[in-house]
């Protein structure tokens, strides 16, 4: 899975400063845009991010910001004293993230320094996969390829996972935001209202559907795409993975939603966050019943946003009010349980079986790690 955020560059400034004024998430919503300001690259050279390429290429050790839980475990912010691992810090709004068997990747989200990184589970030494890139803004990973959205520069890459250069899997014009993949095709939501696809190794791009309010993050099983529209008459919908026909409409799975932005599957259901609601919600992938509403797994948070399901529970982040990383069990019915607290504007999450990851989405961010 892949979560990320775009925020302005003022505010993650702001961020890293005073800390956040205001938990609507409205700003950051309307903000389809590359930043408005350049922040610090974190030394990557970003000569050629205006074109989306890289500047250096292939699997290359970083210095700098190495863990491992004995130089990195902190427990005072996990309300059980796990042990909280810091896998990469002084990091420069990072904002997708993804994980595989091995490693956890992610991307730097600023036009100027823009890069993709991995990191071994449990800390470790930092490898850079593609720095110069236009601000990635998501990244998803297979058993072969790092996929990444170059949103500042209309573009989605891919790199080998053992090391090699960076090469184009379509092009996007209209800002690609956020991505997912399957075994044959990525699927990229747009700044200007599209959903589209290619095949993962390069090729003709498909508009899937167009037309779309603010379309966020994106996801897909066997049979679908589903991805949130968080502007406009806010929606959760899917559409069959071949597309739309001429003058199809998306299935709405949920509608009159408030500001919907992550979203997860499991078998049978959708999850995903409302940042206006404050709320994390689930209804079956066939949708609502009519007159029906969505199921409230939890309500009264801090500006969820990052969200990942596994076999038994839901985990997002609340991006304020102290800054949290949360699980719900999958039928609801109980209160969130905190996991860890105090981080910095949290923001991207996913999980593997053992572990939960996400990332601190400021200007001085980090990459962190904690037990189930």
């Known amino acids: 899975m892949i979560f990320a ?20 998430g409205q700003g950051t919503i309307n903000d389809s845009g590359g930043p408005d300001v350049t922040l610090a690259d974190s030394g990557e050279d970003a000569d050629s991010a205006a074109e989306g390429g ?6 290359v050790d970083a210095a700098g910001g190495d863990a491992s839980e004995d130089s990195a475990c902190t427990r005072a912010d996990a309300p059980d004293s796990s042990c909280i691992i810091t896998l990469a810090s002084n990091q420069t709004a990072p904002s997708g993230l993804a994980v595989d068997s091995k490693y956890v990747y992610w991307t730097l989200g600023v036009t100027d320094g823009g890069a ?19 601000a990635p803004l998501s990244v998803a990973v297979d058993s072969t390829r790092v996929y990444w959205a170059n949103s500042g520069g209309n573009a989605v890459m891919s790199a080998p996972l053992d090391g090699g250069p960076p090469t184009q899997v379509m092009v996007v014009p209209g800002a ?29 791009t498909t508009v899937l559907a167009s037309g779309q309010q603010q379309p966020s993050f994106v996801a ?20 069959p993975k071949a597309g739309l026909p001429d003058g199809g409409t998306p299935l709405v799975i949920a509608a009159n939603e408030n500001q919907p932005f992550g979203i997860a599957l499991d078998a049978a259901h959708v999850y995903w966050t409302a940042i206006g609601s404050g709320s994390v919600r689930v209804a079956p992938k066939v949708g609502v ?3 029906g509403s969505p199921t409230i797994l939890a309500t009264g948070q801090g500006t969820p946003a990052g969200l990942a399901v596994d076999a038994t529970g839901v985990y997002f982040t609340n991006e304020v009010s102290a800054g949290a990383v949360l699980t719900v069990p999958l039928i609801g019915g109980s209160t969130p349980v905190t996991l860890v607290s105090s981080q910095g504007y949290p923001n991207a999450v996913v999980v593997d079986p053992a572990n ?7 200007a001085s961010g980090a990459v962190m790690q904690v037990a189930k």
Do not use: M
């Open 176 to 204: 690609p935001q956020y991505i997912a993949i399957d075994a044959t095709s990525v699927y990229v939501t747009t700044g200007n209202g599209q959903v589209v696809s290619a095949p993962v190794g390069g090729g003709a």
């Open 356 to 362: 939960v990851y996400w990332a601190n989405y400021t």
């Open 116 to 134: 993709v990184f991995r990191v071994p589970i449990g800390g470790g030494t930092i490898s850079t996969i593609a720095t110069g890139q236009a």
């Open 220 to 239: 897909v099983d066997d049979a679908g795409v589903y991805w949130t529209n968080a502007g406009g008459p806010a929606s959760v919908v899917s559409i």
């Open 54 to 59: 890289p500047s250096e290429t292939g699997i």
């Open 5 to 24: 955020r775009r925020i302005s560059a003022t505010a993650l400034l702001t961020l890293a400063g005073v800390g956040c004024s205001s938990s609507s």
């Open 289 to 291: 019943p009519d007159g």
